[in-house]
Nanobody
């Protein structure tokens, strides 16, 4: 079973940057989708970014709220998916989770039930 461990959370001021990491172990999928979600208390968990990883390369996807500010990437040698977050805003404060599911990233933002594995999350706080 795929296991995921997030790291890199912390506290920054508005306009600052953070890079989250998601270490992947136990993966046997040759084609899979890795995604970052975030959860704000009293709100539903929402998709932030995703990357479809396949033998020929990767394809990235972003929620409208983070396009141009966040970048998702995959380092195959390190079995790690990153989320580079720039120009952070207070509304980006949340607990961030990474998830993994076999196959493409079809409906990655809303198909939360399709994810087979989740990490425990890492907290990010952006102060104004």
């Amino acid at each position: 079973q795929v296991q995921l461990v997030e790291s890199g959370g912390g506290s920054v001021q508005t306009g600052g940057s953070l890079r989250l990491s998601c270490l992947v172990s136990g993966n046997s999928y040759s084609r899979y989708c890795m995604a970052w979600f975030r959860h704000i208390p009293e709100k539903e968990r929402s998709g932030v970014a995703a990357v479809y990883i396949y033998p020929g390369g990767v394809v990235n996807f972003y929620a409208d709220s983070v396009k141009g500010r966040f970048t998702i990437s995959h380092d195959a040698a390190k079995n790690t998916v990153y989320l580079q977050m720039d120009s952070l805003k207070p509304e980006d404060s949340a607990k961030y989770y990474c998830g993994a599911m076999p196959g493409t990233c079809k409906k990655w933002e809303v198909g939360e039930a399709a994810y087979k594995s989740w990490g425990k999350g890492t907290q990010d706080t952006v102060s104004s």
